[in-house]
Structure formats: C-alpha cells, structure tokens
C-alpha cells in the first residue's frame, strides 16, 4: 500500500521535476517556495522574484541576512552567479510581458477551466493581494501545488470557484497530493494518480469530473524528510 | 544647480496636510526610514501633515516607519498591494475600526500605474485583475482575442525614497534589491526628494550606472549609513 497522500516536500518535487533546464520561474511565497530544494542536478532555473531580482538562490545562513536583499515574501536571499537588480516595473513586463516559462503558485481552489482563488476566502479581515493577479497572467505555463482537499475534506478542484478569483482561465497544471491534473479545453484531465487510490477514489474527493486521455500514470515520488 | 538639502528637517518642511505621498520601498527593503521618522517628528512638534494618503507596497510594519505614522494619526488613506504583512498591527487595527481607508491594487499594476504617471501616459490596458472583484467598475475591452482591464495613472504630490549614492544634480542608484518602487516613485511626483547614503559632487556617479537620472528628483539629503527597517522591526524598535 502506498502512502495516503503526499507530504507538501513530495508535491513540491513532482513538480520540481518538470522544470526545463534553462527555465525563468516565479514560485509563490509559501508552500510553492519549496520547489526551489528539489530542482533535479544538472538543470539550471533562473528564479524571478517580483521585487526585483533574478537569479538568486537560498537563504544565507543566520546572521548573515542583509535586508536590503529579500525576496516578495520578505525572507532574506543570497545571488548566484549572474544575478540581475531591476525595479517593479520592470519586474512586472517580466511577468506580464511573457517573459517567465512558469509561475507555480498555491491554491484555495481551482476550477476545471482554469480558474484560480488564491488570495482571499470571503470578504472579513483585512485584505491583500500583492502580486498574485499579475503573476497569472503572461507566464508561458501557470501551476498550482496543493492539497487535494480542504483540512475539513472538501475538494480544492472544482466546477467553479466559490471564493473570489484570483485569475480567469490561467491555471494550466496542478500538482496534488493525490494527482497531476492538467486544465484543457474547459475540463481536468488526470494525467497521473498515486498507484494505491483507485479512479473511483480519486474522482470521489474531486468537485468536478476527471476526464482520462489514455491510461493515467503511477505518481511515484520518493520519500523525503 | 545644487539640490542638496542641509537637513532631514528641512527636506519635508513644506509637505502640506492632505497630500497624496508615495513612500519608496518594499516591506523594509529600500524604505527612506529617516525621511519617514523626521515627517513624524514634524507631525508630533506641528499637527502637520495630517490626511496624507499614502502611496506604497504594504502598510507598514511594527512600530516605525509607516507603521508609526499610521499610529500617530497622519495617514488618511493607504494605496498598497499588501497591507497583511507579519507586524501590521498598526495598520490593521484602524483598519478594522474603519478610521483608515485602503485602496487595494495588484502589485504589477500599482508599480504599472506609478510608471504612466511619471512617463505621461494617463491609462493603460493590463490583463491583471480581469473578472475579478478588484476590476468592478472598471472599463475592459478585449484585444486580440484577450481581455484586458483599463488602469488609470497614479500620480503623487510628493515622493520620498531611498538611494544608495547620490549626487548635487539628483542623480541616483540603489542597493540590492532596494530599488524596487523607488526610480517609479522618483518620476511620478510633483516634487521627489531623496535620501542618500553617499551625496556626492557631478561626475561622482559613473555616468553608465545612474538608475534615476536628476532630472526626476528634486531634491537630495545626506544620510550616512542610514538605518535599515527590517533589521529595526527585528530588534523591536519603536519610534
């Protein structure tokens, strides 16, 4: 029998794994960040960060944080080899412009056309959107890394989003803990499944149909810490 | 031509209540906290400015900085991307009690809408927000088979940002990731001042990396080895 589900580390390195050498990608802050540990030896990423830098890497170690050097989501950076400084319009004709091969970001849910609700669930509080909106549009492919459902079981992937929208249309793949689902032609087509849930299971915790184009994959990921 | 001004006093003196202010940084990454503290210090001697609106990224941060000019009672209205940043307390506070309006836009379009005021350009189209809450109201139109959401300018009455090396004409450069909204903000004002690490005389910059050339900024002030906003919410300060 094969795990339940996947931890957030393994989702993250499934979707590590499809990042062409060569890439320029934005990953979310938070869970999408992740992605940046799993990216497989000998791939060169160049990752974009909206405030402004390309080509940084880890965090430095503690102590040695200089906040002038962060990332969108405040955390202290360090450069690699190559790096470039810009300002935010220029960051943002990056993203908009087409530039970037992929954005990954979370997800409250997303909708079989593509929809995405990342930034708000209902109208209390105080709300932000940063750069989310923009991030949706203009990159080349747009990801989600999620559960497959809420804490309290409720399917993630939906008909149609009930939570305000982030984008219209936008997400082209997710990554679950369950399930690698693409968004074509208005519909989820699952591409790939863990080998111990069966379809039945799977479409059985998926608010919206799960369409199959030839036998899906074994979703197989090694264990991590 | 010398923009120098000789004090941090001096370099906000004639900010006037009321006005519309864009305030360069992101989060506590090239935030003028000098220029910020010394308008507080003329709030607290004066009552002046008072009803500023308040143009920036987020919406301050523990104590100081904008966090401390929304405390004291300065800050009308804030036009951000991200007020819910981990010590937003000040903000969120009033916020909540509905003494302090916000104006909500997507960080690309708030950086977009900054860079059509300072290059002339009234209004765009920008495909961020479309079918979303945050596009009600506003005019769309579709272009090749895509829709788009129409932007107006953002224009200030004054900018005050943070520059690494400086000279007496007002041209500038930034550190690290510093430069962020700080050379949009620079062209978006009536009237930019900004503070500098290093003030130095004409033909101190190399001409080849100016990134805010003078005749954007107004006005510039000396700062050696200013203080850094992350680094002073981390250590708890309180201004």
Same mark, same amino acid.
């Given at each position: 029998m094969a795990e339940s589900k996947l931890t957030n580390a393994q989702i993250a390195w499934r979707a590590a794994q499809d990042i062409e050498d060569g890439a320029y990608v934005n990953l979310g802050i938070g869970f999408p960040e992740m992605i940046a540990k799993f990216q497989p030896e000998g791939r060169d990423v160049i990752y974009h960060t909206e405030n402004g830098v390309l080509g940084f890497g880890g965090a430095p170690k503690e102590g040695e944080e200089d906040w002038d050097l962060?990332?969108?989501g405040k955390k202290a950076i360090t450069?690699?080899?190559?790096?470039?400084f810009f300002h935010h319009a220029d960051s943002?004709?990056? *993203?908009?412009?087409?530039? !970037?091969?992929?954005? *990954? &970001?979370?997800?409250?849910? *997303?909708?079989?056309?593509?929809?995405?609700?990342?930034w708000r669930v209902g109208s209390k509080g105080v709300p932000a959107v940063g750069g989310a909106m923009d991030l949706v549009h203009g990159a080349k492919r747009v990801a989600v890394v999620t559960d497959h459902v809420t804490k309290d079981g409720k399917p993630k992937l939906v008909e149609a989003c009930t939570f305000p929208l982030t984008g219209v249309g936008c997400v082209t793949r997710v990554y679950t803990s369950l399930a690698v689902v693409d968004i074509v032609d208005g519909h989820f087509v699952l591409r790939e499944k863990l080998p111990g849930m069966s379809f039945d299971d799977l479409q059985a915790v998926t608010g919206a149909p799960l369409h199959l184009e030839g036998d899906p994959a074994d979703l197989i990921v090694p264990a991590l810490d | 031509m010398d923009k120098t001004i000789a004090s941090l006093k001096a370099a906000v003196a004639d900010i006037?209540?009321?006005?519309? &202010?864009?305030?360069?940084?992101?989060?506590?990454?090239?935030?003028?906290?000098?220029?910020?503290?010394a308008l507080i210090d003329r709030y607290r001697e004066t009552g002046s400015p008072k009803d500023l609106t308040v143009i920036n990224n987020n919406a301050g941060n523990g104590s100081i900085g904008i966090a401390a000019m929304i405390k004291a009672g300065m800050v009308r209205k804030m036009i951000c991307s991200f007020p819910r940043s981990s010590n937003a307390e000040a903000f969120n506070e009033k916020y909540l009690a509905g003494e302090i309006e916000l104006e909500l836009v997507p960080q690309g379009t708030l950086a977009e809408r900054i860079r059509a005021a300072g290059a002339g350009i009234p209004a765009f189209y920008t495909p961020t927000s479309f079918g979303t809450e945050l596009a009600a109201g506003k005019p769309t139109e579709e272009f090749d088979g895509k829709m788009?959401?129409?932007?107006?300018?953002?224009?200030a009455d004054y900018a005050i940002i943070k520059a690494?090396?400086?000279? @007496? !004409?007002?041209? &500038? @450069?930034?550190?690290?990731?510093?430069?962020?909204?700080?050379?949009?903000?620079?062209?978006?004002?009536?009237? @930019? *001042?900004?503070?500098?690490?290093?003030l130095m005389d004409p033909g101190g910059i190399d001409p080849e990396i100016v990134v805010t050339p003078g005749i954007f900024v107004d006005g510039v002030v000396e700062v050696p080895e200013p203080q850094q906003e992350e680094a002073l919410v981390r250590a708890g300060v309180v201004y």
């Open positions: 962060i990332n969108a450069l690699k080899p190559g790096a470039s943002f004709s990056m *993203v908009r412009g087409g530039h !970037l091969d992929l954005a *990954v &970001l979370g997800a409250y849910q *997303v909708a079989q056309n593509g929809d995405l609700a990342n | 006037p209540d009321g006005s519309r &202010l864009m305030i360069g940084g992101f989060g506590g990454s090239g935030a003028p906290i000098e220029l910020i503290h788009y959401v129409r932007e107006r300018w953002l224009r690494q090396l400086g000279d @007496t !004409l007002g041209n &500038l @450069t930034y550190r690290l990731a510093g430069r962020n909204f700080n050379p949009l903000m620079a062209m978006a004002a009536d009237r @930019t *001042v900004a503070q500098v690490g290093n």
